[in-house]
């Protein structure tokens, strides 16, 4: 999806004019005109800050083909998660029943 498109839908989805986003996001309502129809395409900061404006964030993934993880930084989000699991309450309650397939069949 274009910068363009996300400014527009995520206008519309706010239900928002031009002029009332350009006032949230502090720009004027030309750029987001501009930035609308393609004339002109923000910053990515710019971009994030309008989308804000909206009420919706905007997260960037940048995947690389043949790039392969660092395996330390593998290795800490692994150790994060298991930290995570180890400061949650444990729950060992003996009436807690899993079902299985043949339960959820019938």
């Given at each position: 999806?274009?910068?363009?498109?996300?400014?527009?839908?995520?206008?519309?989805?706010?239900?928002?004019?031009?002029?009332?986003?350009?006032?949230?996001?502090?720009?004027s309502g030309?750029?987001?005109?501009f930035?609308?129809?393609?004339?002109?395409?923000p910053?990515?900061?710019?971009?994030?800050?309008?989308?804000?404006?909206?009420?919706?964030?905007?997260?960037?993934?940048?995947?690389?083909?043949?790039?392969?993880?660092?395996p330390?930084?593998?290795?800490?989000?692994?150790?994060?998660?298991?930290?995570?699991?180890?400061?949650l309450?444990?729950?060992?309650?003996?009436e807690?029943?899993?079902?299985?397939l043949?339960?959820?069949?019938g």
């Open positions: 999806m274009t910068a363009s498109e996300l400014i527009r839908r995520s206008r519309a989805w706010a239900g928002l004019s031009q002029r009332q986003l350009a006032e949230r996001a502090g720009t030309p750029a987001i005109s930035y609308e129809t393609g004339e002109r395409v910053r990515l900061d710019t971009l994030e800050r309008i989308i804000g404006a909206t009420g919706a964030e905007l997260t960037v993934a940048v995947h690389l083909d043949g790039c392969r993880p660092d330390k930084d593998t290795a800490r989000r692994l150790r994060d998660v298991l930290d995570l699991a180890e400061a309450p444990q729950r060992h309650d003996p807690l029943r899993y079902p299985v043949r339960d959820l069949l």
